[in-house]
């Protein structure tokens, strides 16, 4: 599957404002934001936060902003599945607020040589990988160093997916809609990766929820999944998810770790 400038492969598998006019997409007020639809897709947002920095708190007070906005989910028989590590203390805010499930959707980019930070691919719990192929020819990286890259990351993938998940087998999603959790969408890659996998494991209905997303990035994710619910939606090349948040700081694996343990009890 090419999208995006990408390329994708398969690893082996593992156990009110000029903002959102967009000609042809008809506006209807929805759940406190503004649903934007065509027949392909939806985004809600919050009006009030487009183009804002500083709206959330923290992680747990973007949860719960989310969970006001998929209140139509609660009580039903969606399940939350949040992107360790900076998407599961979010996620774990909305699966208690609306009374649903919550499990990890383990994905994780391939990163930089020089830059653990930045990215040029992605690869998923299910050994989906995505290659970045508009960024590549700019890094100068021998094939060598990418192969290097990805199998790096798939070691990682498969070390999170074994501490987080262990014995347990991947939900069945084929009658269920699914909530996937971030804590923000900047390029939107690795989620891809991860909404791609879901599509593998036979989601019939995939929602992607983050507090915050740059705008091009949320387009592109509502045309791959049905609706994208995103409380603040920001333009503009400098965009960074932490501008989002008063107090911002990683989240490590021991924290995802508890969290998947209290939910096992």
Same mark, same amino acid.
């Given at each position: 599957m090419s999208h995006?400038?990408?390329?994708s492969k398969n690893l082996p598998?593992?156990?009110g404002s000029g903002l959102m006019a967009m000609k042809g997409r008809a506006e209807l007020h929805h759940q406190g934001g503004r649903n934007l639809l065509n027949k392909h897709s939806a985004i809600v947002d919050l009006t009030e936060l487009r183009d804002q920095v500083?709206?959330?708190r923290d992680r747990a007070h973007a949860g719960k902003i989310l969970a006001g906005m998929l209140d139509s989910y609660g009580n039903t028989e969606a399940i939350v599945l949040a992107i360790p590590a900076g998407g599961v203390p979010v996620g774990k805010v909305i699966a208690e607020h609306l009374h649903l499930a919550l499990d990890v959707l383990v994905v994780s980019k391939v990163t930089l040589p020089w830059n653990t930070e930045a990215g040029y691919g992605a690869v998923a719990f299910d050994g989906t990988v995505r290659l970045n192929e508009k960024l590549l020819p700019r890094l100068g990286l021998r094939e060598q160093e990418?192969?290097?890259?990805?199998?790096?990351?798939?070691?990682?993938v498969t070390s999170r997916v074994k501490s987080l998940r262990g014995e347990r087998? &991947?939900?069945? *999603?084929s009658n269920q809609p699914v909530i996937v959790v971030d804590?923000?969408?900047?390029?939107? &890659?690795?989620? *891809?990766?991860g909404v791609e996998a879901l599509r593998k494991a036979k989601a019939a209905q995939i929602i992607v929820a983050v507090p915050t997303g740059q705008w091009d990035s949320v387009q592109m994710m509502a045309h791959q999944v049905e609706a994208v619910y995103c409380a603040n939606i920001r333009q503009g090349w400098s965009y960074a998810v932490a501008d989002a948040y008063q107090r911002w700081s990683d989240v490590s694996?021991?924290?995802v770790a508890r969290v998947i343990k209290e939910l096992e009890l």
């Open positions: 995006q400038g990408g390329r598998a593992l156990a500083g709206v959330f990418i192969q290097q890259g990805i199998e790096k990351t798939f070691r990682k087998s &991947f939900p069945d *999603l804590d923000g969408l900047a390029s939107g &890659f690795t989620l *891809l990766v694996d021991e924290e």
